[in-house]
C-alpha cells in the first residue's frame, strides 16, 4: 500500500490541507490519505491550541465526503510531544512492513524539518511530500541536505496546488466576525459557527 500521511494541528482543517491531499493522493497514485491530528504540536507551543476533541470532529466533518482519505488518531492517542518519527514508526507497526509512507506537508513545514526530531532518521523511513504555500520560498534542498544528510533523494516535490489560507487566518476572522466561508469545509463552517469555535481566538 502508498499511504500519505498529512499530520497537522488542523485548528481548524480547512481547504489548503483538502486539497494538498488530494493533489498528493491523485499524483502519487497513494491508496489513500491519513489526516493525523496531532495531541500536542512541540512546534506550536506558544499558542493555547483548541481542544483536541474540536480539531478531531472537525477533521472528520472534513473527510466524510473523500473516499481515499482517513483520520488516524494514532497521534491523539499517544501521549507526550507529536513527533512524527514515533506517528511513522506506530503507522508501520499497523499496516505491515509492506506499506510505503509519503509525509505530506507544506513548504513551510520543509523549512522546519531539520529541527524534527531525529529528522536524519525519519527520512529513510519515508519520502516527504511537499506543496507550494503561498507566502513562502520554494525549498532550497541544497541547504537543507546540509542539516540533514539523505533528505534530497527522499523530497518528492508537487507543482501545485497553491491554496492561500492558513488556520491562523480562519481563527483572526472567526474572531472578528468575518466569513470564512470557501476557507473551510461547509460541515467545518457550521460546526465552527454551532460550537461557538474561535470566537475569541488571537
Ligand atoms: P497555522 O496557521 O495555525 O500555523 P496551518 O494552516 O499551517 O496552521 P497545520 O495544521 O499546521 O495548518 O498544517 C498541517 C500541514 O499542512 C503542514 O505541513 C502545513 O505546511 C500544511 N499546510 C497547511 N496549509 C497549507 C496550504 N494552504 N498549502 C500547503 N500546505 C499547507
Known amino acids: 500500500m502508498r499511504i500519505g500521511v498529512l ?14 491531499a488530494g493533489e498528493a493522493r491523485v499524483s502519487l497514485n497513494l491508496d489513500t490519505v491519513l489526516f493525523v491530528p496531532a495531541r500536542q504540536p512541540w512546534m506550536k ?8 476533541e474540536h480539531r478531531v470532529e472537525m477533521v472528520r466533518l472534513a473527510i ?3 473516499p481515499f482519505f482517513c483520520i488516524s488518531m494514532v ?4 501521549a507526550g510531544p507529536t513527533y512524527t518519527v514515533d506517528t511513522i514508526t506506530q503507522l508501520k507497526r499497523q499496516f505491515g512492513s509492506g506499506s510505503e509512507f509519503f509525509v505530506i506537508l507544506g513548504w513551510d513545514s520543509l523549512l ?11 527520512v529513510t523511513m519515508c519520502r516527504l511530500v511537499t506543496a507550494p504555500r503561498p507566502g513562502y520560498q520554494p525549498p532550497d ?10 533528505l534530497a533523494g527522499r523530497v518528492i516535490l508537487l507543482e501545485k496546488p497553491e491554496v492561500d489560507v492558513s488556520a491562523t487566518e480562519i481563527r483572526r476572522r472567526v474572531a472578528r466576525g468575518l ?7 461547509e ?9 461557538g469555535v474561535y470566537a475569541t481566538a488571537m
Not at 522546519?112 to 525519519?122: C, G, M, N
Not at 534542498?141 to 539523505?150: C, H, K, M, Q, T
Not at 460541515?187 to 459557527?193: C, G, N, Q
Open 141 to 150: 534542498l541544497e541547504a537543507l541536505e546540509s542539516r540533514v544528510p539523505g
Open 64 to 66: 466524510s465526503d473523500y
Open 179 to 185: 466569513s470564512i466561508h470557501g476557507l473551510v469545509p
Open 75 to 78: 497521534d491523539v492517542e499517544r
Open 112 to 122: 522546519d524539518f531539520p529541527q524534527w526530531e531525529e529528522a536524519s532518521r525519519l
Open 7 to 20: 499530520g497537522g494541528t488542523f485548528d481548524p482543517v480547512h481547504n489548503g490541507h483538502v486539497e494538498v
Open 187 to 195: 460541515a467545518v463552517e457550521m460546526y465552527i459557527r454551532e460550537h
Open 45 to 52: 507551543s506558544d499558542r493555547p491550541i483548541t481542544p483536541v
